[in-house]
C-alpha cells in the first residue's frame, strides 16, 4: 500500500493516589501514512556466537540479516539510539560487516552476518592443536537494531 490514512481517538486518563483512574479527555486525530516503496524495514535482536579457532576462543553478539531479492543496498543501526552499526552494498561478495573477532566470511552460512561486539582469549598454548585452556562462555545479547534495504522497483 502506497499510503493510507487512519482516524484515531485517544482517552486520556489521570490517577490520583487517592482516587480510580479519571477521564480528562478525548482526542482525535488523523494520521496519514505514506510508504516508501523502496525501503523495507526489518527488526531483530541479536545473538551470542561462539567459535574456537587455532586455540582462541572468540565470541560476540551478531545479527544475522536474510538476503532480499532486488535489493540495492542495507543499513543497520541501533533501533533505541539510531547509531549507525554497518551498511553495504548488495553487490559486495562480503559476508561479514560490523565487529565480530575472530569470525570472517566462511563462518556466514547465508545471507549476511553484522558483528555488534565481541571478545576472543588466547588458548593458552602455541601449539594450535593443544587442548583449549582459556574459555569464555557465550554473552547475553539484546538490544534491537533496525535493519533497513533499500530495493528496485
Not at 47 to 68: E, F, L, T
Not at 78 to 105: E, Q
Amino acid at each position: 500500500m502506497k499510503s493510507a490514512t487512519e482516524n484515531i481517538t485517544a482517552k486520556i486518563q489521570f490517577k490520583l493516589s487517592s482516587t480510580g483512574w479519571i477521564d480528562m479527555e478525548d482526542v482525535k486525530g488523523t494520521v496519514k501514512i505514506i510508504n516508501d516503496e523502496t525501503k523495507k524495514v526489518f527488526y531483530a535482536s541479536s545473538q551470542s556466537v561462539h567459535k574456537d579457532a587455532n586455540n582462541w576462543c572468540y565470541v560476540g553478539c551478531v545479527i544475522n540479516v536474510s538476503k532480499i531479492p532486488n535489493a540495492i543496498s542495507y543499513a543497520v543501526t541501533n533501533a533505541a539510539t539510531g547509531a549507525s552499526v554497518a551498511s553495504w552494498n548488495a553487490t559486495t561478495t562480503d559476508k561479514l560487516f560490523g565487529y565480530a573477532p575472530g569470525f570472517s566470511d566462511a563462518d556466514v552460512s547465508s545471507g549476511y552476518m553484522v558483528g555488534i561486539d565481541g571478545t576472543w582469549s588466547w588458548g593458552g598454548s602455541l601449539n594450535p592443536n593443544a587442548p583449549q585452556t582459556k574459555h569464555f562462555s557465550p554473552p547475553t545479547c539484546g538490544g534491537t537494531y533496525k535493519i533497513t534495504v533499500t530495493v528496485s522497483q
